[in-house]
């Protein structure tokens, strides 16, 4: 095997770890797609790698950055503190460590609802609130998601290419 095919193999496995980040914050997410199409890029060293990377880089970006706009925005609307996000990280955190599988999403809404119930001091508006958080910051995760996607796909397209034209 030429040292290509590895580097390509390896990335792709990067890839697919990076886009399972994406849905499971404890790996490394969107950043690790992008490094490995520039490291592609680098070992390929012709135009279809810097191609790859440059659109796929455009992706990632546009899918960490709407991620964080929509539930960003989601959470000032609602007034949500940073603190309460602070708390659902560190009880998903450790819900990931007591409770297999489900721990971590288990974890972080509990955590997110009990800063909530602190906050409001009420059951409704704690739910309420926290069930807000927990929306927007799915439909960020399904976003950046689909924008990772995006670029595993281009990458994809650009392995095909370049393998296809030697």
């Known amino acids: ?9 390896v990335c792709g496995l990067a890839i697919a770890v990076g886009a399972t980040g994406v849905i499971v914050p404890v790996l490394p997410g ?3 797609i992008g490094l490995s199409l520039l490291v592609w890029a680098i070992v390929i060293g012709q135009p279809v790698g810097w191609v790859v990377f440059g659109i796929g880089a455009a992706f990632v970006a546009a899918g960490m950055l709407s991620s964080a706009v929509l ?3 989601t ?6 503190p940073g603190r309460s996000i ?3 990280l560190v009880l998903g955190i450790v819900g990931f460590f007591v409770v297999p599988v489900v721990g971590l999403l288990l ?3 509990v955590g997110l609802f009990l800063s909530e119930l ?3 001091r009420q059951f409704k508006p704690a739910l309420a609130s926290s069930g807000a958080a927990l929306k927007a910051t799915g439909l960020g995760i399904l976003v950046e998601f689909g924008f990772a996607s995006l670029a595993a796909g ?3 397209a650009g392995v095909w290419f370049h393998f296809a034209g030697r």
């Open 118 to 120: 602190e906050r409001h």
């Open 154 to 156: 281009t990458w994809a």
């Open 75 to 80: 959470m000032k609307a609602r007034q949500i």
């Open 1 to 9: 095997m030429d040292a290509q095919l590895i580097w390509t193999i």
């Open 107 to 109: 974890g972080f809404a």
């Open 71 to 73: 539930t960003g925005r």
């Open 86 to 88: 602070i708390a659902a």
């Open 30 to 32: 969107s950043i690790l």
